[in-house]
């Protein structure tokens, strides 16, 4: 069993800062991926950024250059700096990891006040 927890999440003014950090624990054999997703009210879940056990990271369109997704050494932990934000940033965050199946957290809310 493994557990993925947030942390983070709150209500921000438009062009704030917040950093969402998620621990892994239990059972981790090795995580190849891991990453954000975000889910607003009455939309679907999207992809926000992605981070490779090799380093690559990959970013959704829409938070290119306010973003910043990042890991810690041992790979169990994932960060998602963001910047700039805007109130269509306002979601559910969820952080998961890949290895060998899909984990997903709880998710923590990120309200985006303007």
């Known amino acids: 069993q493994v557990q993925l927890v947030e942390s983070g999440g709150g209500l921000v003014e438009t062009g704030g800062s917040p950093r969402l950090s998620c621990a892994a624990s239990?059972?981790?054999?090795?995580?190849?991926?891991m990453g954000w997703y975000r889910q607003a009210p009455g939309k679907q879940r999207e992809p926000v950024a992605t981070?490779?056990?090799?380093?690559?990271?990959n970013y959704a369109d829409s938070v290119k250059g306010r973003f910043n997704i990042s890991g810690d050494n041992a790979e169990t932990s994932v960060y998602l700096q963001m910047s700039s934000l805007k109130p269509e940033d306002t979601a559910v965050y969820y952080c998961?990891?890949?290895?060998?199946?899909?984990?997903w957290g709880q998710g923590t809310q990120v309200t985006v006040s303007s």
């Open positions: 998961t990891a890949y290895g060998p199946e899909w984990y």
């Open positions: 239990g059972n981790i054999f090795r995580f190849n991926i």
């Open positions: 981070l490779t056990s090799g380093g690559s990271t």
